[in-house]
């Protein structure tokens, strides 16, 4: 069923579908973790209907544009009924593509890239989930490796590519990132009620110099 969902930022509100995919608090420790800088112009990859994109653009005004990557098609319709519904169409728009198909017209064409990915690799994720939800939790249509590649070829030299993963893949995503000419710069980990972190946050610089600066863990 389709609802509105309060983001309790800046009086910002995410069209939702319970019976496709709906956020977590992954989503919103993302948008809270990357760097952003005035006027920068962002893209959220795997963005579902927006929320990751849509919150970073509540906490930070200065962001100059937002463009919203997703490549399933309900999906994307619900992030155009998000950009309607909090009056956005002048600085938000969404684009319905695989992240492995974005055009050559974004080559270069941004200085931050957030991203909120599957996070189990194919083959390993849940089996009796249904095709929408799969999609967005385990990398049937798009893999870690093709995410990196397409936001090197769309950010900017110097540009900041932040993901949010599971703790145990670390060694897969700063493989990919810097395959991809993606130096990570960032990193934290976040703990819920366990011992050990569950999740990872990185951010990476394409081009950037060696050098990590790993933050405390995050509670959530």
Known sequence: MEKIEDLLINNLK??????????????????????????????????????????????NGAIKSLTLFEMQTPLYELSKKTIALNRLDDKVKAVNTRIQDIGANYNGAFSL????????????????????????RTEITVSLSEICLSASKA???????????????????????????????????????????????????KGGKKGIKVYSDIEN
């Not at 977590?24 to 963005?47: E, G, P, Q, W, Y």
């Not at 893949?169 to 000419?181: E, G, H, S, T, Y």
């Open 14 to 59: 995410i069209v939702q579908d319970d019976e496709l995919y709906c956020f977590t608090s992954d989503a919103i420790l993302l948008s809270r973790f990357a760097t952003v800088k005035k006027n920068d112009v962002v893209a959220d990859f795997c963005a579902g209907s927006g929320v990751v994109g849509i919150h970073l653009l509540g906490e």
């Open 155 to 205: 950010l900017k030299f110097g540009g900041r590519f932040a993901i949010v993963n599971r703790a145990d893949r670390l060694c897969d995503v700063i493989d990919c990132m810097r395959k991809n000419n993606i130096e990570p710069k960032r990193l934290a980990f976040v703990k819920g009620g366990k011992k050990e972190p569950y999740l990872l946050l990185i951010e990476g610089v």
């Open 113 to 136: 890239i957030v991203c909120n990915p599957p996070y189990m690799e194919s083959g390993r994720g849940e089996n009796n989930l249904k095709r929408e939800i799969a999609v967005c």
